[in-house]
């Protein structure tokens, strides 16, 4: 994988947990029930897990989708990252859609402003850490600036990713969260991509895309970029 110590980007969220000061997952308290509650989302079709039919990604696209940069100290290899402490779930899998997410407000800003976001949905095909099993569906929450047409158009479905995630942040005294149901089936789980956890294949081109640090790397492979597993 490549390491990066200089400036990624990440979703809103992150910035949003950095300056309302969140505790960590284990010390979180459970989400309000006052929060504004979305429509059941339906679960969305499956897609065939063979690598070999992963579309092409317009790189540069993807590259330009996700968010704004801060620094970060990067995990020096895959293992690495896998085995960070807040990393719970490793997969590799494929996109299947995108639907309308949550909204954060971190109510210790002065001039508070909504942080909406987006829920891309992914089909499991493997998984390196973590309880989920192949087919099942993971839903991972996403800063979004531009219309949802945008990333659906430059992470079509099927597109291969791999996610090393962390469990999204959920409503406390300093960050309130509206539509909380919003974009994944009710009772599913949240999920958040790290700095470093976010890799897309660019299918038949070759090469590997990591979004959150507006990088294209054309030489990379794909497989490299998670840890080893008698499945892959």
Known sequence: MNTRLGTTLIVTIGALVAVSGCADVADRPSSSPTADQSEPTTRPPTVPSDPGTAPDVDAEQVARLWGVSYDYAALESPTALADYAETELVIAGRVLDFQPGPIYFAETLDHPEAAPQMVMSVQVDTVVKGDAAPGDTVYVVNDVTEPLEAYSKGLPTGTHVGLYLEDAPVENDNMVIGDEGAGRPAGEQLWIAGPQG???????????????????????????????????
């Open 198 to 232: 976010f890799i897309v294949a660019d299918g038949e081109n070759d090469g590997v895309v990591f979004p959150y640090d507006h990088d294209v790397a054309p030489q990379a492979e794909f497989d490299e970029q998670l840890p080893p597993t008698e499945e892959r």
